[in-house]
Protein backbone atom coordinates (compact mmCIF):
# COMPACT_ATOMS: atom_id res chain seq x y z
CA UNK A 1 0.00 0.00 0.00
CA UNK A 2 1.29 3.43 -1.23
CA UNK A 3 1.71 6.23 1.50
CA UNK A 4 -1.04 8.35 -0.04
CA UNK A 5 -3.19 4.80 -0.33
CA UNK A 6 -2.46 4.12 3.81
CA UNK A 7 -3.07 7.86 4.53
CA UNK A 8 -6.76 7.75 2.55
CA UNK A 9 -7.53 4.23 4.72
CA UNK A 10 -6.56 6.26 8.25
CA UNK A 11 -8.54 8.96 6.96
CA UNK A 12 -11.63 6.77 5.82
CA UNK A 13 -11.70 4.56 9.07
CA UNK A 14 -11.41 8.00 11.16
CA UNK A 15 -14.92 9.27 9.24
CA UNK A 16 -16.12 6.59 9.96
CA UNK A 17 -15.84 6.47 13.50
CA UNK A 18 -17.06 10.44 13.56
CA UNK A 19 -20.37 8.96 11.76
CA UNK A 20 -20.50 6.60 14.81
CA UNK A 21 -19.81 8.90 17.25
CA UNK A 22 -22.90 11.37 16.03
CA UNK A 23 -20.48 14.27 14.74
CA UNK A 24 -22.04 16.88 12.59
CA UNK A 25 -20.33 18.31 9.51
CA UNK A 26 -22.01 20.92 10.05
CA UNK A 27 -20.31 21.27 14.05
CA UNK A 28 -19.28 24.96 14.33
CA UNK A 29 -16.38 24.20 16.48
CA UNK A 30 -15.62 21.54 19.02
CA UNK A 31 -18.13 19.88 21.06
CA UNK A 32 -16.04 20.18 24.12
CA UNK A 33 -13.76 23.36 25.91
CA UNK A 34 -12.44 23.12 28.78
CA UNK A 35 -12.43 26.26 31.15
CA UNK A 36 -11.85 27.37 34.81
CA UNK A 37 -10.70 24.68 37.73
CA UNK A 38 -11.09 21.82 35.39
CA UNK A 39 -8.27 23.56 33.09
CA UNK A 40 -6.24 24.54 35.64
CA UNK A 41 -5.90 21.11 36.84
CA UNK A 42 -5.34 19.67 33.80
CA UNK A 43 -2.13 22.23 33.22
CA UNK A 44 -0.69 22.08 36.37
CA UNK A 45 -0.80 17.97 36.31
CA UNK A 46 0.84 18.32 32.87
CA UNK A 47 3.89 21.15 33.71
CA UNK A 48 6.07 19.60 33.38
CA UNK A 49 5.47 18.86 29.71
CA UNK A 50 5.03 21.88 28.70
CA UNK A 51 8.15 22.89 30.38
CA UNK A 52 9.99 20.10 28.67
CA UNK A 53 8.13 20.82 25.29
CA UNK A 54 7.88 24.49 25.21
CA UNK A 55 11.63 25.37 23.92
CA UNK A 56 11.52 22.95 20.95
CA UNK A 57 8.05 24.69 19.86
CA UNK A 58 9.41 27.97 19.98
CA UNK A 59 12.15 27.00 17.87
CA UNK A 60 10.25 25.60 15.41
CA UNK A 61 7.77 28.43 15.33
CA UNK A 62 11.08 30.56 14.67
CA UNK A 63 11.76 28.57 11.48
CA UNK A 64 7.82 29.49 10.81
CA UNK A 65 7.42 32.62 11.65
CA UNK A 66 5.24 34.97 9.54
CA UNK A 67 4.43 31.75 7.22
CA UNK A 68 0.93 31.85 8.35
CA UNK A 69 1.61 28.36 10.60
CA UNK A 70 0.65 27.63 14.31
CA UNK A 71 2.02 25.12 16.51
CA UNK A 72 -0.24 23.39 19.77
CA UNK A 73 0.77 20.66 21.80
CA UNK A 74 -1.79 18.44 23.47
CA UNK A 75 -2.43 16.46 25.98
CA UNK A 76 -2.72 12.65 25.55
CA UNK A 77 -6.50 12.97 25.32
CA UNK A 78 -6.55 15.96 22.98
CA UNK A 79 -7.04 18.60 25.16
CA UNK A 80 -4.74 21.82 23.87
CA UNK A 81 -2.17 22.94 26.71
CA UNK A 82 -0.49 25.53 24.40
CA UNK A 83 -0.51 27.90 21.11
CA UNK A 84 1.99 29.56 19.53
CA UNK A 85 1.95 31.13 16.33
CA UNK A 86 1.18 34.11 14.03
CA UNK A 87 -1.12 36.17 15.24
CA UNK A 88 -3.39 36.29 11.75
CA UNK A 89 -3.91 32.38 12.34
CA UNK A 90 -4.29 32.56 16.00
CA UNK A 91 -7.60 35.15 15.39
CA UNK A 92 -8.89 32.24 12.85
CA UNK A 93 -8.80 29.54 14.72
CA UNK A 94 -10.62 31.12 17.50
CA UNK A 95 -13.15 31.80 15.31
CA UNK A 96 -13.27 27.92 15.02
CA UNK A 97 -13.28 27.25 18.34
CA UNK A 98 -9.08 26.13 18.88
CA UNK A 99 -7.39 27.54 21.80
CA UNK A 100 -5.67 26.60 25.27
CA UNK A 101 -8.34 24.00 26.14
CA UNK A 102 -10.36 22.50 23.47
CA UNK A 103 -10.69 19.08 23.38
CA UNK A 104 -9.37 18.26 19.50
CA UNK A 105 -10.60 14.32 19.69
CA UNK A 106 -12.18 12.58 17.01
CA UNK A 107 -15.58 12.89 18.89
CA UNK A 108 -15.13 16.29 20.29
CA UNK A 109 -13.66 17.98 16.84
CA UNK A 110 -14.27 14.91 13.77
CA UNK A 111 -11.25 14.04 11.94
CA UNK A 112 -8.05 16.34 12.54
CA UNK A 113 -4.20 15.76 12.76
CA UNK A 114 -4.36 15.27 16.39
CA UNK A 115 -7.61 13.55 17.56
CA UNK A 116 -6.63 10.94 14.08
CA UNK A 117 -2.81 10.90 15.24
CA UNK A 118 -3.65 10.05 18.70
CA UNK A 119 -6.37 7.45 17.93
CA UNK A 120 -3.79 5.79 15.29
CA UNK A 121 -1.13 6.34 17.60
CA UNK A 122 0.70 7.40 14.50
CA UNK A 123 2.30 10.88 12.70
CA UNK A 124 -0.40 11.92 9.89
CA UNK A 125 -1.31 14.90 7.98
CA UNK A 126 -4.44 16.15 7.11
CA UNK A 127 -5.85 19.25 4.89
CA UNK A 128 -8.62 20.60 3.38
CA UNK A 129 -11.98 18.33 2.77
CA UNK A 130 -9.95 15.18 4.74
CA UNK A 131 -11.52 17.20 7.87
CA UNK A 132 -14.65 16.04 8.78
CA UNK A 133 -16.23 19.25 10.36
CA UNK A 134 -16.50 21.65 7.14
CA UNK A 135 -15.26 24.82 9.06
CA UNK A 136 -11.93 22.83 9.48
CA UNK A 137 -11.72 22.48 5.64
CA UNK A 138 -9.38 25.45 5.16
CA UNK A 139 -6.69 24.05 7.42
CA UNK A 140 -3.74 21.66 7.10
CA UNK A 141 -2.73 20.40 9.87
CA UNK A 142 0.39 17.80 10.79
CA UNK A 143 0.22 15.93 14.06
CA UNK A 144 2.89 13.95 15.55
CA UNK A 145 2.46 11.64 18.94
CA UNK A 146 4.65 11.89 21.63
CA UNK A 147 5.55 8.79 24.01
CA UNK A 148 7.45 8.39 27.22
CA UNK A 149 10.23 5.91 27.94
CA UNK A 150 8.09 3.29 28.25
CA UNK A 151 6.66 3.75 24.92
CA UNK A 152 3.11 4.84 25.57
CA UNK A 153 1.46 8.25 24.12
CA UNK A 154 1.56 10.78 26.84
CA UNK A 155 0.93 14.27 24.38
CA UNK A 156 0.36 15.30 20.53
CA UNK A 157 2.18 18.71 18.61
CA UNK A 158 0.67 20.01 15.78
CA UNK A 159 1.46 22.58 13.10
CA UNK A 160 -1.74 24.02 11.55
CA UNK A 161 -1.77 25.89 8.73
CA UNK A 162 -4.15 27.44 5.95
CA UNK A 163 -4.71 24.56 3.41
CA UNK A 164 -3.12 26.34 0.63
CA UNK A 165 -0.05 25.58 2.70
CA UNK A 166 0.43 22.32 2.68
CA UNK A 167 3.34 20.21 2.25
CA UNK A 168 4.59 16.98 3.06
CA UNK A 169 7.86 18.61 4.47
CA UNK A 170 5.61 20.14 7.31
CA UNK A 171 5.04 16.81 8.68
CA UNK A 172 8.72 15.97 8.89
CA UNK A 173 8.95 19.08 10.88
CA UNK A 174 6.77 18.23 13.26
CA UNK A 175 8.08 14.81 13.32
CA UNK A 176 11.73 15.85 13.95
CA UNK A 177 10.43 17.81 16.61
CA UNK A 178 8.79 15.74 18.33
CA UNK A 179 11.64 13.20 18.66
CA UNK A 180 13.95 16.23 20.04
CA UNK A 181 11.08 16.33 22.92
CA UNK A 182 11.46 13.17 23.58
CA UNK A 183 15.10 12.72 23.91
CA UNK A 184 14.76 16.17 26.37
CA UNK A 185 12.29 14.00 28.13
CA UNK A 186 15.18 11.18 28.64
CA UNK A 187 17.45 13.67 29.29
CA UNK A 188 15.39 15.27 32.21
CA UNK A 189 14.31 11.87 33.65
CA UNK A 190 17.97 10.50 34.03
CA UNK A 191 19.13 13.89 35.35
CA UNK A 192 15.93 13.61 37.74
CA UNK A 193 17.14 9.90 38.75
CA UNK A 194 20.30 11.38 39.41
CA UNK A 195 19.11 14.30 41.42
CA UNK A 196 16.84 11.57 43.30
CA UNK A 197 19.99 9.16 43.73
CA UNK A 198 22.27 12.12 45.03
CA UNK A 199 19.62 12.86 47.40
CA UNK A 200 19.10 9.83 48.06
CA UNK A 201 22.97 8.85 48.88
CA UNK A 202 23.31 12.45 50.46
CA UNK A 203 20.62 11.68 52.82
CA UNK A 204 22.58 8.28 53.85
CA UNK A 205 25.28 9.66 54.48
CA UNK A 206 24.22 12.34 56.85
CA UNK A 207 22.38 9.92 59.06
CA UNK A 208 25.43 7.21 59.18
CA UNK A 209 27.07 6.58 61.72
CA UNK A 210 29.86 6.96 60.18
CA UNK A 211 32.36 9.83 58.95
CA UNK A 212 32.77 9.89 55.17
CA UNK A 213 34.86 12.14 53.21
CA UNK A 214 35.62 12.35 49.64
CA UNK A 215 39.20 13.73 47.57
CA UNK A 216 39.83 14.45 44.34
CA UNK A 217 43.42 13.02 43.11
CA UNK A 218 45.17 16.13 44.24
CA UNK A 219 43.76 15.49 47.24
CA UNK A 220 41.18 18.14 47.55
CA UNK A 221 38.02 17.20 49.66
CA UNK A 222 34.71 17.40 47.60
CA UNK A 223 32.80 15.88 50.14
CA UNK A 224 32.15 14.90 53.47
CA UNK A 225 29.08 14.30 55.55
CA UNK A 226 27.56 16.17 58.43
CA UNK A 227 28.66 13.10 60.49
CA UNK A 228 32.02 13.77 59.98
CA UNK A 229 32.15 17.62 60.32
CA UNK A 230 30.53 16.54 63.99
CA UNK A 231 32.79 13.99 64.72
CA UNK A 232 36.01 16.47 63.68
CA UNK A 233 34.38 19.39 65.44
CA UNK A 234 34.52 21.00 62.40
CA UNK A 235 32.41 23.41 59.77
CA UNK A 236 31.76 22.02 56.07
CA UNK A 237 33.06 24.90 54.72
CA UNK A 238 36.00 24.90 56.55
CA UNK A 239 37.43 21.92 54.94
CA UNK A 240 35.18 21.71 51.50
CA UNK A 241 37.41 22.47 48.44
CA UNK A 242 40.30 22.25 51.43
CA UNK A 243 43.66 19.54 51.33
CA UNK A 244 42.76 16.43 53.27
CA UNK A 245 46.01 16.22 54.62
CA UNK A 246 44.32 19.50 56.73
CA UNK A 247 42.77 16.20 58.56
CA UNK A 248 45.35 13.54 57.63
CA UNK A 249 48.82 14.76 58.03
CA UNK A 250 49.69 10.88 56.28
CA UNK A 251 47.54 12.04 53.53
CA UNK A 252 50.08 11.58 50.56
CA UNK A 253 51.35 8.27 52.06
CA UNK A 254 48.01 6.78 52.00
CA UNK A 255 47.70 8.00 48.28
CA UNK A 256 51.05 5.98 47.73
CA UNK A 257 50.07 2.94 49.59
CA UNK A 258 46.90 2.89 47.23
CA UNK A 259 48.85 3.67 44.34
CA UNK A 260 50.99 0.59 44.84
CA UNK A 261 48.01 -1.36 45.47
CA UNK A 262 48.02 -1.73 49.24
CA UNK A 263 44.38 -1.62 50.92
CA UNK A 264 44.70 0.78 53.63
CA UNK A 265 41.79 -0.27 56.10
CA UNK A 266 41.03 -0.52 59.66
CA UNK A 267 44.05 1.79 60.48
CA UNK A 268 43.53 3.92 63.90
CA UNK A 269 45.05 7.28 63.72
CA UNK A 270 44.82 10.21 65.92
CA UNK A 271 43.28 13.24 65.24
CA UNK A 272 44.52 17.08 66.57
CA UNK A 273 41.53 19.07 66.39
CA UNK A 274 40.55 22.43 68.55
CA UNK A 275 43.11 21.27 70.89
CA UNK A 276 41.55 17.78 71.64
CA UNK A 277 43.00 14.19 70.88
CA UNK A 278 40.22 11.99 68.81
CA UNK A 279 41.18 8.27 67.87
CA UNK A 280 39.54 7.10 65.09
CA UNK A 281 39.55 3.39 62.56
CA UNK A 282 40.35 5.11 59.10
CA UNK A 283 40.16 2.83 56.00
CA UNK A 284 40.38 4.84 52.53
CA UNK A 285 39.58 3.08 49.14
CA UNK A 286 40.75 4.42 45.82
CA UNK A 287 38.20 5.80 42.85
CA UNK A 288 38.91 4.26 39.79
CA UNK A 289 38.68 4.18 36.06
CA UNK A 290 37.68 1.27 34.14
CA UNK A 291 41.49 1.72 32.77
CA UNK A 292 42.43 0.95 36.90
CA UNK A 293 43.31 4.66 36.79
CA UNK A 294 43.05 6.24 40.37
CA UNK A 295 40.95 9.78 40.36
CA UNK A 296 39.90 10.28 44.06
CA UNK A 297 39.70 8.76 47.29
CA UNK A 298 37.13 7.69 49.87
CA UNK A 299 37.89 8.07 53.40
CA UNK A 300 35.65 6.07 55.62
CA UNK A 301 36.30 7.04 59.65
CA UNK A 302 34.93 5.28 62.42
CA UNK A 303 34.61 5.94 66.20
CA UNK A 304 37.27 4.28 68.03
CA UNK A 305 35.19 3.72 70.90
CA UNK A 306 32.19 2.53 68.81
CA UNK A 307 34.47 -0.18 67.20
CA UNK A 308 35.75 -0.95 70.43
CA UNK A 309 32.87 -1.98 71.91
CA UNK A 310 31.48 -4.22 68.64
CA UNK A 311 34.55 -5.87 69.19
CA UNK A 312 34.17 -6.50 72.70
CA UNK A 313 30.46 -7.39 71.88
CA UNK A 314 31.18 -10.38 69.82
CA UNK A 315 34.68 -11.56 71.54
CA UNK A 316 32.90 -11.71 74.67
CA UNK A 317 33.77 -8.71 76.58
CA UNK A 318 30.56 -8.44 77.27
CA UNK A 319 28.38 -9.17 81.05
CA UNK A 320 25.63 -11.72 80.69
CA UNK A 321 24.55 -11.97 83.65
CA UNK A 322 21.89 -9.88 86.28
CA UNK A 323 21.22 -9.82 89.37
CA UNK A 324 17.93 -12.85 88.26
CA UNK A 325 20.74 -14.94 87.98
CA UNK A 326 22.67 -14.84 91.14
CA UNK A 327 20.17 -17.42 92.69
CA UNK A 328 20.10 -17.55 96.58
CA UNK A 329 17.47 -16.94 98.95
CA UNK A 330 19.92 -17.03 102.18
CA UNK A 331 20.46 -14.01 104.18
CA UNK A 332 24.18 -13.25 103.03
CA UNK A 333 23.11 -13.48 99.61
CA UNK A 334 20.15 -11.19 99.82
CA UNK A 335 22.14 -8.94 101.48
CA UNK A 336 24.60 -8.74 99.27
CA UNK A 337 22.16 -8.36 95.99
CA UNK A 338 20.57 -4.97 97.72
CA UNK A 339 24.32 -3.50 98.25
CA UNK A 340 24.76 -4.55 94.74
CA UNK A 341 21.91 -3.09 93.68
CA UNK A 342 22.32 0.07 95.58
CA UNK A 343 25.45 0.55 94.16
CA UNK A 344 24.82 -0.31 90.79
CA UNK A 345 25.15 3.63 89.12
CA UNK A 346 27.91 5.08 91.28
CA UNK A 347 31.46 5.52 89.72
CA UNK A 348 33.44 4.35 92.87
CA UNK A 349 35.36 1.57 92.67
CA UNK A 350 34.21 -1.95 93.84
CA UNK A 351 36.24 -4.80 95.77
CA UNK A 352 34.35 -8.00 95.86
CA UNK A 353 35.86 -10.51 98.11
CA UNK A 354 34.90 -14.13 98.59
CA UNK A 355 36.41 -17.95 97.90
CA UNK A 356 37.39 -18.94 94.94
CA UNK A 357 33.76 -20.79 92.41
CA UNK A 358 31.47 -17.61 94.99
CA UNK A 359 30.53 -16.09 92.03
CA UNK A 360 32.51 -13.13 92.23
CA UNK A 361 32.70 -12.55 88.54
CA UNK A 362 28.87 -13.03 88.22
CA UNK A 363 28.52 -10.04 91.12
CA UNK A 364 30.55 -7.83 88.92
CA UNK A 365 28.76 -8.77 85.28
CA UNK A 366 25.05 -8.30 87.43
CA UNK A 367 26.45 -4.29 88.64
CA UNK A 368 27.17 -3.69 85.28
CA UNK A 369 24.01 -4.53 83.60
CA UNK A 370 21.83 -2.94 86.32
CA UNK A 371 24.39 0.24 85.83
CA UNK A 372 23.98 2.92 82.88
CA UNK A 373 27.11 1.52 81.74
CA UNK A 374 25.27 -1.36 80.86
CA UNK A 375 24.94 -0.37 76.67
CA UNK A 376 28.83 -0.38 76.78
CA UNK A 377 31.62 -2.85 77.38
CA UNK A 378 32.10 -4.99 80.15
CA UNK A 379 35.93 -5.58 79.94
CA UNK A 380 37.62 -8.57 82.26
CA UNK A 381 41.10 -9.15 82.66
CA UNK A 382 42.28 -11.74 84.76
CA UNK A 383 45.54 -10.60 86.38
CA UNK A 384 47.56 -14.00 87.61
CA UNK A 385 46.78 -15.20 83.91
CA UNK A 386 48.96 -12.95 82.03
CA UNK A 387 52.38 -13.30 82.59
CA UNK A 388 54.27 -10.36 83.89
CA UNK A 389 55.97 -9.20 80.84
CA UNK A 390 52.67 -8.84 79.16
CA UNK A 391 49.88 -7.21 81.92
CA UNK A 392 51.40 -3.69 80.78
CA UNK A 393 51.13 -3.87 77.68
CA UNK A 394 47.23 -5.81 78.18
CA UNK A 395 46.49 -3.44 80.54
CA UNK A 396 47.47 0.33 79.07
CA UNK A 397 48.28 -0.73 75.24
CA UNK A 398 50.88 0.55 73.20
CA UNK A 399 52.01 2.15 70.09
CA UNK A 400 53.46 1.38 66.75
CA UNK A 401 56.99 0.50 67.40
CA UNK A 402 56.97 0.77 70.90
CA UNK A 403 59.10 -2.59 71.45
CA UNK A 404 60.37 -5.33 69.25
CA UNK A 405 57.17 -7.30 67.58
CA UNK A 406 54.50 -4.24 68.31
CA UNK A 407 51.27 -4.03 65.55
CA UNK A 408 51.38 -2.23 63.35
CA UNK A 409 49.49 1.00 64.16
CA UNK A 410 49.45 0.29 68.05
CA UNK A 411 47.06 -1.87 70.38
CA UNK A 412 44.85 -0.44 72.52
CA UNK A 413 44.71 -1.99 76.44
CA UNK A 414 41.85 -2.80 78.68
CA UNK A 415 41.03 0.84 79.89
CA UNK A 416 40.34 1.90 76.68
CA UNK A 417 38.20 -0.71 75.57
CA UNK A 418 36.70 -0.25 78.59
CA UNK A 419 36.01 3.58 77.94
CA UNK A 420 32.64 4.55 79.13
CA UNK A 421 31.64 0.98 80.22
CA UNK A 422 33.20 -1.61 83.24
CA UNK A 423 36.62 -3.05 83.60
CA UNK A 424 36.74 -6.02 85.58
CA UNK A 425 40.19 -6.81 87.60
CA UNK A 426 39.83 -10.16 88.53
CA UNK A 427 42.85 -11.71 90.84
CA UNK A 428 43.63 -8.42 92.23
CA UNK A 429 46.05 -9.91 94.36
CA UNK A 430 48.47 -11.20 91.47
CA UNK A 431 49.14 -7.92 90.13
CA UNK A 432 52.81 -7.24 90.37
CA UNK A 433 53.82 -4.65 92.78
CA UNK A 434 55.49 -2.28 89.83
CA UNK A 435 52.27 -2.81 87.70
CA UNK A 436 49.92 -1.64 91.19
CA UNK A 437 51.92 1.58 91.08
CA UNK A 438 50.97 2.11 87.63
CA UNK A 439 47.59 1.22 88.12
CA UNK A 440 47.10 3.50 90.80
CA UNK A 441 48.13 6.43 88.90
CA UNK A 442 45.40 5.85 86.24
CA UNK A 443 43.03 5.38 88.83
CA UNK A 444 43.72 8.30 90.29
CA UNK A 445 44.89 10.62 87.46
CA UNK A 446 42.16 8.89 84.94
CA UNK A 447 43.56 8.71 81.69
CA UNK A 448 46.17 6.38 80.20
CA UNK A 449 49.71 6.50 78.61
CA UNK A 450 50.42 3.99 75.51
CA UNK A 451 53.47 2.13 75.86
CA UNK A 452 55.88 3.71 74.03
CA UNK A 453 53.30 6.90 73.79
CA UNK A 454 53.19 10.41 75.58
CA UNK A 455 50.17 11.50 75.22
CA UNK A 456 47.13 10.71 77.53
CA UNK A 457 43.88 9.38 76.29
CA UNK A 458 40.84 10.71 79.05
CA UNK A 459 38.87 7.11 80.18
CA UNK A 460 35.55 6.82 82.12
CA UNK A 461 36.23 3.55 83.36
CA UNK A 462 33.99 2.00 86.45
CA UNK A 463 36.67 -0.04 88.23
CA UNK A 464 35.35 -3.35 89.78
CA UNK A 465 37.75 -5.60 91.41
CA UNK A 466 37.85 -9.15 92.80
CA UNK A 467 40.32 -11.44 94.94
CA UNK A 468 39.74 -14.64 96.88
CA UNK A 469 42.92 -13.57 99.60
CA UNK A 470 42.43 -11.10 102.48
CA UNK A 471 44.07 -7.89 101.06
CA UNK A 472 45.19 -7.10 104.77
CA UNK A 473 47.08 -10.19 105.22
CA UNK A 474 48.88 -9.65 101.39
CA UNK A 475 49.49 -5.90 103.06
CA UNK A 476 50.94 -6.67 105.77
CA UNK A 477 53.41 -9.71 103.67
CA UNK A 478 54.24 -6.62 101.54
CA UNK A 479 53.07 -8.08 98.28
CA UNK A 480 49.80 -5.72 97.80
CA UNK A 481 49.99 -1.51 98.22
CA UNK A 482 47.65 -0.09 101.19
CA UNK A 483 47.66 2.58 98.84
CA UNK A 484 46.18 0.64 96.22
CA UNK A 485 43.82 -1.59 98.45
CA UNK A 486 42.27 2.02 99.87
CA UNK A 487 41.96 3.68 96.37
CA UNK A 488 40.30 -0.02 95.51
CA UNK A 489 38.01 -0.88 98.33
CA UNK A 490 36.16 2.40 98.09
CA UNK A 491 32.74 0.01 98.05
CA UNK A 492 33.67 -3.39 99.55
CA UNK A 493 31.18 -5.92 99.03
CA UNK A 494 32.10 -10.11 100.42
CA UNK A 495 30.23 -13.17 98.60
CA UNK A 496 29.50 -15.67 100.94
CA UNK A 497 30.55 -19.04 100.65
CA UNK A 498 28.04 -21.76 100.08
CA UNK A 499 28.40 -23.25 103.62
CA UNK A 500 27.48 -20.15 104.81
CA UNK A 501 24.36 -19.95 102.69
CA UNK A 502 21.08 -21.34 104.75
CA UNK A 503 19.03 -22.88 102.37
CA UNK A 504 20.59 -22.51 99.25
CA UNK A 505 22.31 -26.06 98.51
CA UNK A 506 18.60 -27.44 97.70
CA UNK A 507 17.71 -24.23 95.69
CA UNK A 508 20.90 -24.69 93.71
CA UNK A 509 20.90 -28.33 93.20
CA UNK A 510 17.65 -28.01 91.80
CA UNK A 511 18.47 -25.35 89.40
CA UNK A 512 21.91 -27.46 87.87
CA UNK A 513 19.60 -30.36 87.73
CA UNK A 514 17.49 -28.37 85.31
CA UNK A 515 20.03 -25.96 83.26
CA UNK A 516 22.77 -29.15 82.77
CA UNK A 517 19.61 -30.92 81.06
CA UNK A 518 18.67 -28.64 78.85
CA UNK A 519 22.24 -27.66 77.84
CA UNK A 520 23.00 -31.47 77.63
CA UNK A 521 19.82 -32.13 75.56
CA UNK A 522 19.26 -35.14 78.46
CA UNK A 523 15.82 -35.65 80.77
CA UNK A 524 16.14 -33.94 84.46
CA UNK A 525 17.61 -37.70 86.28
CA UNK A 526 16.53 -38.89 89.21
CA UNK A 527 19.08 -38.79 91.96
CA UNK A 528 18.69 -41.33 94.40
CA UNK A 529 18.33 -40.58 97.94
CA UNK A 530 21.90 -41.53 99.48
CA UNK A 531 23.29 -39.42 96.73
CA UNK A 532 21.12 -36.55 97.29
CA UNK A 533 21.71 -36.64 100.89
CA UNK A 534 25.57 -36.43 100.13
CA UNK A 535 24.75 -33.03 98.03
CA UNK A 536 23.00 -31.78 100.71
CA UNK A 537 25.29 -32.64 103.48
CA UNK A 538 28.40 -31.56 101.63
CA UNK A 539 30.02 -28.19 102.53
CA UNK A 540 31.27 -27.83 98.71
CA UNK A 541 34.54 -25.89 99.58
CA UNK A 542 34.66 -25.00 95.64
CA UNK A 543 31.54 -22.95 96.29
CA UNK A 544 28.88 -22.99 93.06
CA UNK A 545 31.57 -24.10 90.96
CA UNK A 546 32.32 -27.03 92.33
CA UNK A 547 28.24 -27.82 92.57
CA UNK A 548 27.85 -26.48 89.72
CA UNK A 549 30.47 -29.21 87.99
CA UNK A 550 29.19 -31.83 90.18
CA UNK A 551 25.92 -31.44 88.98
CA UNK A 552 26.85 -31.72 85.08
CA UNK A 553 28.76 -34.97 86.33
CA UNK A 554 25.46 -36.62 87.82
CA UNK A 555 23.14 -35.49 84.44
CA UNK A 556 25.73 -36.85 82.38
CA UNK A 557 25.61 -40.27 83.88
CA UNK A 558 21.82 -40.41 84.44
CA UNK A 559 21.65 -39.73 87.79
CA UNK A 560 24.67 -41.58 89.01
CA UNK A 561 28.20 -39.77 89.92
CA UNK A 562 31.84 -40.05 89.55
CA UNK A 563 32.25 -37.57 91.86
CA UNK A 564 34.12 -38.11 94.81
CA UNK A 565 33.13 -36.10 97.90
CA UNK A 566 36.03 -35.53 100.76
CA UNK A 567 34.65 -37.11 103.63
CA UNK A 568 36.17 -34.02 105.92
CA UNK A 569 33.84 -31.78 104.07
CA UNK A 570 30.80 -33.70 105.23
CA UNK A 571 28.37 -32.98 107.42
CA UNK A 572 31.06 -30.37 109.03
CA UNK A 573 28.62 -27.51 108.61
CA UNK A 574 26.02 -28.92 109.88
CA UNK A 575 27.12 -29.97 112.99
CA UNK A 576 29.05 -26.95 113.89
CA UNK A 577 26.04 -25.08 113.59
CA UNK A 578 23.66 -27.08 115.37
CA UNK A 579 24.53 -28.99 118.05
CA UNK A 580 25.83 -26.26 120.43
CA UNK A 581 29.25 -27.07 120.98
CA UNK A 582 31.12 -26.33 124.43
CA UNK A 583 29.00 -23.49 124.95
CA UNK A 584 25.53 -26.12 125.41
CA UNK A 585 24.48 -25.30 128.73
CA UNK A 586 24.37 -28.26 131.30
CA UNK A 587 20.89 -30.43 131.19
CA UNK A 588 19.46 -33.95 131.21
CA UNK A 589 20.74 -36.20 128.65
CA UNK A 590 17.38 -36.08 127.34
CA UNK A 591 16.86 -32.37 127.47
CA UNK A 592 20.09 -31.70 125.32
CA UNK A 593 19.16 -34.44 123.30
CA UNK A 594 15.72 -32.93 122.64
CA UNK A 595 16.94 -29.08 121.85
CA UNK A 596 19.52 -30.99 119.45
CA UNK A 597 16.86 -32.21 117.61
CA UNK A 598 14.50 -29.03 117.52
CA UNK A 599 18.03 -26.98 116.82
CA UNK A 600 18.92 -29.25 113.85
CA UNK A 601 15.28 -29.25 112.48
CA UNK A 602 15.01 -25.46 112.94
CA UNK A 603 18.14 -25.11 111.09
CA UNK A 604 17.00 -27.35 108.19
CA UNK A 605 13.77 -25.43 108.34
CA UNK A 606 11.78 -28.65 108.55
CA UNK A 607 13.51 -31.28 106.50
CA UNK A 608 13.05 -34.38 108.34
CA UNK A 609 16.04 -36.24 105.62
CA UNK A 610 18.62 -33.77 106.31
CA UNK A 611 18.10 -33.13 109.45
CA UNK A 612 18.50 -37.01 110.15
CA UNK A 613 21.23 -37.34 107.87
CA UNK A 614 23.16 -34.48 110.04
CA UNK A 615 22.14 -36.65 113.42
CA UNK A 616 23.43 -39.55 112.51
CA UNK A 617 20.09 -41.50 113.01
CA UNK A 618 17.55 -43.07 110.04
CA UNK A 619 13.67 -40.94 109.54
CA UNK A 620 11.83 -43.15 111.29
CA UNK A 621 13.62 -42.67 114.39
CA UNK A 622 14.09 -38.92 114.20
CA UNK A 623 10.28 -39.07 113.36
CA UNK A 624 9.56 -40.95 116.45
CA UNK A 625 11.65 -38.61 118.55
CA UNK A 626 9.94 -35.45 117.19
CA UNK A 627 6.42 -36.80 118.46
CA UNK A 628 7.98 -37.81 121.93
CA UNK A 629 8.95 -34.28 122.31
CA UNK A 630 6.36 -32.19 121.11
CA UNK A 631 3.92 -34.03 123.65
Not at 350 to 366: D, F, M, P, R
Not at 378 to 392: D, R, T, W, Y
Not at 474 to 490: A, H, M, P, Q
Request: charged share 25%.
Amino acid sequence: MSEVENYSVIINRSHKRCMQHGVERSRAFPERILRGNELRRLLEKNAELIIIARPFIEILYELLRGSGFSIYLTDKDGIVLTIIGDMSILEDQKKTGIFVGTDMSEKSAGTNAIGTALYENCSVQISGEEHYITPFHIWTCSAAVIHNEAGNCIACLNLTGRCQLAHPHTLGLVVAAVRSIENQMKVEKTQKDLREAYEYLDTVMDSSKVGYLAADINGIVKVINNTLCTMLDLKEEKIINKKASRILDKWEFILEELRNGNAYENREIIYFGNEKKNRFDLSVYPIKTKTDQITGTVAIFKDIQKVYNLVNKYTGMSASYTFEDVLGESKGILKLKEQAKRISNSPSTVLIQGESGTGKELIAQAIHNNSDRRHNSFVAINCGAIPKSLIESELFGYEEGAFTGAKRGGHPGKFELANEGTLFLDEIAEMPLDMQVSLLRVLQEGCVNRLGGNKCTITDVRIIAATNKDLKKEIDRGTFREDLYYRLSVIPLHVPPLREREGDIELLIRHFLKAKAVKLGKPIPKVKHDLYEQLVGYTWPGNVREMENCIENIVNMDGNTSFSFETDHIGHRQHASVLGGPECELCSLEEWEKKVILNCLDHCKGNITKAAQILGVNRSTLHSKINKYKK
